[in-house]
């Protein structure tokens, strides 16, 4: 009688950690997805980015506001902007912001010195909330008038 309590807990106890180990896989599991997706959206967001620049500099960054807040929607054929959330997939908020860049006296980017109106900090940041909380991912690069357009 003793020997199949003794073996009834070793099997219950192995049963529950084998349970445990998957169903953090699991958890591993759907946090990597959302991560993977995640940059992937931030990668797309920054290849928009550049299309608004290759489009025209002129109408789609430097007549923007760097004290607005802007989000990517796509009509189906184009990328647009507009200033209202859309969540994508209902779980991932994907936003961008601009800052002017200035320049110093030896024409190298710099925190102080006269505005250039010829380029722009561009940020796209991706955000989403899973069981580990909200994540935050960010990107950042330099668009400039390539074109002069």
Known sequence: MVEMLIGASIFSIALFSISNFFQQALRA???T???VQGDYL???GMEAAKIFRDLSYTNNFRNMSTTTTYYFSWNGTNWATTTTNTFIDGKFERKFTLA???RD???DIASSGTYDPDIKLVTVSVAWHDITGTT???IQTYVLNLFNN
């Open 136 to 138: 935050t991912h960010s």
């Open 105 to 107: 006296v030896n024409q």
């Open 33 to 35: 997805q959302s991560t």
């Open 29 to 31: 599991s759907k946090t």
């Open 42 to 44: 931030l990668e797309e």
């Open 100 to 102: 002017d860049v200035k």
